[in-house]
């Protein structure tokens, strides 16, 4: 692109971004601009310097925030014209995020490319990501099409009618779509009739040339001058409306698909990284939170390991839930590089991960994995036993699955690089060694009672004393119209949240000296239990997993079993028996896991009316199939104002950060980086809704 071009585009998104500022919803200082197609990544680096001028020079945007929503789609016959779309992508957004991992999956990527700009790449079929968004409250100011959506091949995939509808659902009534980088003739029936097709919709569409003169856009601007629509469809506008209604009755079992607008300060139970997480996203828009912690530092539960292993959880079939954790596994791994860019300390290292199987089951199902999808090279790739030795650096003689994106985080230190951090730009008041013992609903909100904690004085990475005495419980301390339950291992203590089907996980980590062969290890293993790369002369190896503790002491015979994995794992190798876990030095923790492997985000159901519902039903003579129905199109019965994030099993590092993110853009009625589908398979309420709408008991 040409040094002109280049400054009559960032002048054309300039002129659009002052006219969107003017929007009905600006009170929220948010700018939602949509993007389709991509023929030149070049233009999202315009589009934020456009931006950031604007809020250096203009007043009124100093406090704004920018949304990008990028859809754009390639067919298998250009996976090579894609691949060097990818790369060049990379090193536009190199600027703001050094080796940032952007990956052609399934899915939306949210990428944070600073406090106030975040962008989402779908990389798939837009008519099927656009119609699985949720609705949004703050929806699409402008939408901007690139010159390849006119091309034979995409111009039927992004304008064919269902998916110009979906773009009119998820915008405001007077957004209007821009056409920009093609000459297109007046004439022109197949520009003639997608001018049709988007005014059927709602939309006005408007052509710009890079060839026009930067002057005509300056004096545009200069006069006041818009190109916005002047008047409003209103029949276009009800059917937005009815497609809106009818998403929200397809998923009322879920409950309120955007909920009501949030009034602040928000409540926050919880200290490990989901809750601090949780406090960032918020804080970076804007909002004002209290979090509420038990201990007298962050990360003391099961958040507080040394090191954790980060990398994707993949299945044969790549369903759901290996897209979901290929979308969290980036985001999280995005997370840590913008905090370390920003001056915070989180211990790190994106080594890669190197997975093997252990005996004949699960050798058996890592080869269905390997074989089951062409993944891409960024996310796994098959191993010769030769390669995994070379990648290890020790012997493994055996093939494997290896994620070159993965490595190892230092969990309490992200949980408090994710706290500082909000602090810094946000409105955060820590409450430490404070335990809430009850909540209820009043008038005034959420009243949370709590005990005071008497102070153990341990570091982050220590051991939690589960024997801290308490203070006598008194009367609220506070009141949140909003509260949100993240307390890891106590997320199912309330009257309200017990009922929650997750089960509770005991978990020791042992760190053992890196001696001998094992100090060459240069990338993580996961085989039966994980090892990891040196961190301050210790590796740690485990985790044992036993359901339902009773206590959290240090265990001898998990200690010993942990330092037997990797020699069952690879046998007939000397360095396992470098691993020496004498020394007894290990952490113990607490995993909440879900028998679906989905952690929990949303609304806190209301069990006691679920069940007067369902006791209804058994009593009725109806058929199962006029229940079945009531169920699928009922609102679901929640706590309103109340709410879970929680469940993230072993896998918190990989997942808990993009979780987060999804239920902070819900609260504030903003656009999620997961579709329909996840947000259900996330929902508290779905373990009782599978049987409910299949007719069985609860």
């Not at 280049?6 to 993007?35: C, E, S, W």
């Not at 949210?110 to 790449?121: G, Y």
């Not at 920009?180 to 520009?191: E, T």
Request: hydrophobic residues 35%.
């Amino acid at each position: 692109m040409s040094k002109s071009t280049n400054l009559f585009m960032v002048n054309h998104y300039q002129h659009y971004l002052q006219r969107v500022i003017k929007q009905p919803d600006t009170a929220t200082k948010l700018i939602h601009v949509g993007h389709l197609g991509l023929a030149e990544p070049t233009h999202i680096n315009d589009l934020i310097d456009a931006f950031t001028q604007l809020k250096q020079t203009c007043p009124a945007w100093q406090h704004c925030r920018l949304h990008v929503s990028l859809f754009t789609y390639h067919s298998k016959e250009q996976q090579a014209e894609f691949n060097a779309f990818i790369l060049h992508f990379k090193q536009i957004l190199h600027d703001f995020i050094a080796d940032i991992a952007v990956a052609p999956i399934k899915g939306c990527q949210r990428i944070n490319i600073q406090d106030d700009i975040t962008l989402d790449c779908h990389f798939s079929r837009s008519e099927l990501q656009l119609s699985s968004l949720a609705n949004i409250h703050h929806k699409v100011h402008h939408w901007y099409a690139c010159s390849d959506t006119m091309t034979p091949l995409l111009r039927d995939h992004f304008y064919q009618a269902t998916n110009v509808w979906q773009l009119g659902r998820l915008s405001h009534d007077n957004s209007a779509i821009s056409i920009y980088d093609r000459p297109i003739a007046n004439k022109d029936p197949l520009f003639s009739s997608l001018q049709t097709t988007v005014a059927q919709a709602g939309f006005q569409l408007l052509t710009e040339q890079p060839t026009d003169s930067i002057t005509k856009h300056l004096t545009r601007q200069a006069t006041g001058q818009t190109t916005s629509t002047s008047t409003i469809d209103i029949i276009a506008c009800q059917e937005r409306h009815a497609l809106r209604h009818q998403q929200q009755n397809s998923f009322a079992y879920q409950g309120p698909l955007t909920p009501a607008l949030i009034e602040q300060p928000i409540g926050i139970i919880g200290g490990g990284i989901a809750s601090t997480s949780l406090a960032l996203s918020l804080a970076e828009r804007g909002k004002s939170v209290v979090l509420y912690c038990q201990d007298d530092a962050i990360g003391q539960g099961a958040s507080g390991n040394r090191q954790g292993a980060i990398y994707p959880l993949l299945t044969p079939e790549n369903d759901a839930l290996s897209q979901f954790y290929q979308q969290a596994f980036l985001y999280s791994r995005q997370r840590v590089q913008r905090l370390t860019s920003q001056g915070y300390e989180v211990s790190h290292d994106f080594c890669g991960v190197l997975h093997t199987g252990f005996d004949d089951r699960s050798k058996a199902r890592l080869n269905k994995i390997i074989n089951g999808q062409e993944w891409p090279d960024d996310i796994a790739r098959k191993v010769s036993a030769d390669q995994a030795s070379d990648i290890a650096r020790v012997e493994i003689k055996q093939t494997g699955l290896f994620y070159p994106l993965g490595g190892w985080i230092c969990p309490y230190e992200l949980a408090q690089a994710s706290l500082d951090h909000a602090v810094a730009i946000g409105s955060i008041t820590i409450k430490m060694n404070c335990k809430i013992e009850s909540i209820e609903q009043t008038e005034q909100g959420w009243a949370l009672c709590a005990t005071e904690q008497k102070s153990s004085q341990q570091k982050p990475n220590q051991q939690k004393n589960s024997q801290k005495k308490n203070s006598q419980q008194g009367s609220p301390i506070a009141f949140h119209p909003q509260l949100v339950i993240a307390n890891g291992a106590d997320l199912t203590h309330f009257q309200q949240t017990r009922e929650i089907p997750l089960s509770g996980f005991r978990g020791q980590v042992s760190h053992v000296p890196s001696k001998g062969e094992l100090a060459s290890l240069k990338t993580v293993i996961c085989a039966n239990g994980y090892l990891t790369l040196v961190f301050q002369q210790q590796h740690c190896v485990g985790a044992s997993y036993v359901k339902s503790p009773q206590h959290l002491d240090f265990c001898p015979i998990e200690q010993v079993e942990n330092g037997k994995k990797m020699s069952q794992s690879f046998a007939n190798v000397s360095w396992p028996n470098d691993i020496n876990v004498s020394g007894n030095d290990a952490r113990v923790g607490v995993r909440m896991v879900s028998r679906d492997h989905f952690p929990v985000m949303g609304y806190a159901i209301d069990m006691e009316k679920l069940n007067q519902g369902y006791q209804i039903q058994q009593a009725s003579k109806d058929k199962p199939s006029l229940w079945q129905q009531h169920w699928q199109t009922t609102p679901a019965p929640i706590h309103d104002g109340l709410f879970v994030l929680g469940g993230f099993g072993s896998r918190g590092l990989s997942s808990a950060p993009l979780v987060a993110e999804c239920l902070a853009a819900n609260l504030c009625g903003e656009i999620m980086p997961i579709n329909l589908e996840t947000q259900t398979l996330l929902s508290p309420n779905r373990m009782w809704m599978r049987k409910l709408l299949k007719g069985k008991a609860i």
